[in-house]
């Protein structure tokens, strides 16, 4: 694993492949009950691109989207069904947000908060100091 850009990334089976040339500062942990499903994890974490420094190498026809009732996008492969990229219902324009479990590089940054605690699963144990917001980053902190 190398820590330069461009990152790469893929799903699981290696058919979908991504490369990312620069990483947008925000990479929350999302404990939303979506997500959790989506991941089938405790939470998820995603990093933001711009789409001028996001492309598919390779496999982008593999891709499946499911929109849910509250209009995001998530998508995923169809022959193994990683989870490679979430798009918000409205906001989020130019950017293009996925799946930094995905990445086979390493990558410098870190997550820098955690969103929709209200959400999150019991057995969930957060302990870092990374500010915690109820719901999105404008909504409250959780405490």
């Not at 974490?45 to 989207?65: P, V």
Request: aromatic letters at 10%; glycine letters at 10%; charged letters at 25%.
């Amino acid at each position: 694993m190398t820590n330069q850009a461009p990152y790469r990334g893929s799903c699981l089976c290696g058919a979908v492949t991504y490369e990312v040339d620069r990483l947008e500062p925000h990479m929350a942990q999302c404990h939303c009950i979506m997500c959790r499903k989506f991941h089938g994890a405790a939470r998820s974490t995603f990093g933001e691109a711009k789409l001028e420094n996001f492309r598919w190498t390779s496999g982008e026809g593999l891709l499946e989207s499911y929109v849910a009732t509250n209009g995001t996008t998530r998508r995923f492969c169809r022959t193994c069904g990683s989870s490679m990229t979430f798009a918000p219902s409205s906001g989020g324009e130019g950017l293009v947000e996925f799946s930094l479990g995905t990445l086979d590089t390493d990558i410098a940054e870190r997550p820098d908060a955690h969103v929709f605690m209200d959400f999150r699963a019991n057995w969930d144990d957060v302990d870092d100091d990374l500010p915690k917001f109820t719901e999105g980053r404008d909504s409250n902190p959780w405490e």
